[in-house]
């Protein structure tokens, strides 16, 4: 696999793949491990040519979500001294109009290496950041009328670096297969 810097270097200098179009009533992006540098450099080169590509795949396939499945911010979280991150590492970053839809965060490591309960509260500032608690699911109907359901959950707190709460296993309980 390329290194963090030769597919940075392929990003500025114009390098693009042909893009599979999807075959599914359901368009969506993931991105994980994505959250900028540290404090001294909210938004890495990387993180900004991902905002880019993000922003052409989302419109050239209509995303209709994002899940960002952990690691928001490097390298260790956020902070009561460092909340201007989400605007610089988030907000001022991801600005493609195509990435104007639900983001569906959960964290990673590094995000509880500070303060998880900052992330959860942006829910309640953002129109686009969704994220209710450590553990949650939330539906997408298609057009065939089927649903499909995503269940979010802190694999952190789930491999026994923090505690899961009653709530919080039933919630999972709920949410497994029928």
């Avoid at 450099?41 to 995303?63: D, F, Y």
């Avoid at 490097?74 to 605007?87: E, M, P, Q, T, V």
């Avoid at 969704?130 to 789930?158: E, N």
């Amino acid at each position: 696999m390329p290194s963090s810097a030769f597919r940075s270097a392929l990003c500025f200098w114009g390098a693009s793949f042909p893009l599979a179009k999807a075959s599914s009533d359901l368009s969506f992006l993931i991105i994980g491990d994505w959250g900028g540098g540290d404090d001294d450099m909210p938004a890495s080169p990387g993180e900004t040519c991902n905002a880019a590509g993000m922003a052409k795949v989302a419109s050239e396939l209509n995303a209709q979500f994002v899940l960002a499945v952990g690691d928001n911010f490097y390298d260790s979280g956020i902070h009561a001294d460092n909340l201007g991150r989400f605007k610089s590492t988030f907000d001022d970053v991801f600005t493609g109009s195509s990435l104007d839809v639900d983001w569906f965060v959960i964290a990673g490591n590094h995000d509880h290496r500070g303060n998880v309960s900052y992330q959860l509260d942006f829910s309640k500032q953002s129109t686009r950041w969704k994220f209710p608690s450590l553990y949650y699911s939330f539906t997408k109907s298609l057009p065939s009328g089927k649903v499909a359901q995503f269940v979010m959950f802190d694999s952190v707190v789930a491999a026994g670096m923090g505690e899961m709460d009653s709530e919080t296993g039933e919630i999972l309980a709920a949410s497994g297969p029928e």
